[in-house]
Each structure stands twice: as structure tokens, then as C-alpha cells.
């Protein structure tokens, strides 16, 4: 009876977590070789919440924006071969219709990813290389 009532509770506890991960290594990108690439990051933060967001920056660092709303529209120039690092943390808040989190990455204008997560607990993990 006791490991029933155990499993119970970790069923509805489990149940009780909405929590959603998107991480994706795209590894190399198949672009066509240039020395110069134009990396745009953007993400959309719901009102009434904050985000922790990381991108990889044109000196080689990543840059960490705590606490940051609104949207974020950042453009680096970042040369052939990096490797980049983008990620966003955010707890949405419960909202009617649902909040969501809506973060995309380009290339030189062409789209690499575009991901809406709705869940509770938002991480949004994207690593890539350029060619």
C-alpha cells in the first residue's frame, strides 16, 4: 500500500509540472562558404515575465542578459567556422489565451530555427557551427 501511495503522489506531482525543452545541435550548417555571416538571434518575452537569455557574440564570448522583456533583435557579423550558443529561460506566466515563447535564428536572412514553446517552464537550447 505504501509504494501505491508513493507512486501516486509522484504520478500528480509529475502531472502538476509543465516543463518544456527545446535542445537542438544542428552541428555544421550547409551554407555556402563565406567569410562573414550575418547571425540574427530574436525571441519574443511575454508581458508579465523575465528571461535569462545567453548568445554567442563576435568576440568570442558569451554574453548573458539577466532579467531581460520585451523582444530581443540582436545581429552579429561572426566569421566562418564559429561555433554559436543561443538560450532562453523563461517561466511564462498563466495567462488566457496561453502565453507563449515564440525564438528564432537566421543566417544571412535564411531561417535555422523557429521554435514556440507554450509549457509552463520555457528552455530554448540552439548550437550551431557555420560553415
Known sequence: ??????????????AS?????????????????????????????PQGTTATISYTDKDNTQHIEKLYTGRLDYTVELPSGKSCYFTVDVELPKTTPTSSLHT????NGETITDQTQTNKNAKFRFAFKLP
Open 1 to 14: 500500500m505504501k509504494k501505491h501511495l508513493c507512486l501516486f503522489v509522484i504520478a500528480i506531482l509529475a
Open 17 to 45: 509540472c509543465s516543463y518544456n525543452v527545446y535542445d537542438m545541435n544542428r552541428g555544421e550548417l550547409s551554407l555556402a562558404k563565406k567569410d562573414t555571416y550575418q547571425v540574427e538571434y530574436m525571441t519574443d518575452i
Open 104 to 107: 528564432f535564428v537566421k543566417v
